[in-house]
């Protein structure tokens, strides 16, 4: 079935350091590709999203590439802050899919 | 907008009680959705509506958890009976209709069941 991988966490930066998060997906079509961040005590928010092969999505800083031939949307942040630091989820949706499949989530610590 | 509302933010209760959780989408979203987090993990999908119909719900759901959004606008989910596993945060959220359309969460109901 559908499904996305996640690296684990935590990952551990200093501020301005350069951050990737990698996410690999498994999808029998062409899935639309999201990016959800959840800082501490909050709830999801979105924070970028892609929906076809090459597409980038950006937000914040953040950007993510949309890689068919990889089956990745890895996300980029050239220099990190503290205000950063939170749990990031990649997630995917199908046409013939109401719900999101989620990855399991990488907690991200930024240390001033 | 408003955004996404969950009512309440904190929920204690004794094993056995019953519970219940309100959520408001945000008002022209037609699709609303429950669900589950516990800690270090992804949501977990408990249910989704289109309106007010209610059209699928997980097969993990175990029949103590209900849930109605009686006329399309507001949603409540109802745990009966919990247990202590039922301890986890509870998520809302809604959309628009397409694939394409990112769901919009609430800050969530964290319930404790003692």
């Known amino acids: 079935g559908d499904s996305v991988t996640q690296m684990e966490g935590p990952v551990t930066l200093s501020e301005e350091a350069f951050l990737t998060i990698n996410c690999t997906y498994t999808?029998?079509?062409?899935?639309?590709l999201f990016w959800y961040v959840q800082y501490p005590g909050e709830g999801l928010q979105l924070l970028l999203k892609?929906?076809?092969a090459d597409d980038k999505g950006s937000n914040k800083g953040f950007e993510a590439t949309y890689r068919k031939e990889t089956t990745s949307f890895h996300l980029e942040k050239g220099s990190v802050q503290v205000s950063d630091s939170a749990v990031y989820f990649c997630a995917l949706s199908m046409d013939s899919n109401y719900q999101l499949i989620w990855g399991a989530g990488t907690k991200l610590i930024i240390k001033p | 907008d408003t955004g996404v509302s969950q009512d309440p933010r904190h929920k204690i209760t004794k094993r056995g009680q019953n519970v219940t959780f309100r959520c408001d989408p945000i008002s022209e979203h037609n699709r609303l959705y429950w669900y589950r987090q516990t800690l270090g993990q992804g949501p977990e999908f408990l249910t989704y509506?289109?309106?007010?119909?209610?059209?699928?719900k997980s097969r993990l759901l175990s029949d103590r958890f209900s849930a109605e959004r009686p006329k399309g606008s507001f949603s409540t989910l109802e745990i009966q009976r919990t247990e202590q596993g039922d301890s986890a945060m509870y998520l809302c959220?809604?959309?628009?209709?397409?694939?394409?359309?990112?769901?919009?969460f609430g800050n969530g109901t964290r319930l404790t069941v003692t």
């Open positions: 892609a929906t076809k």
């Open positions: 509506f289109q309106n007010e119909a209610q059209l699928e």
């Open positions: 959220a809604s959309s628009l209709e397409g694939r394409n359309s990112p769901l919009h």
């Open positions: 999808a029998t079509g062409y899935p639309s």
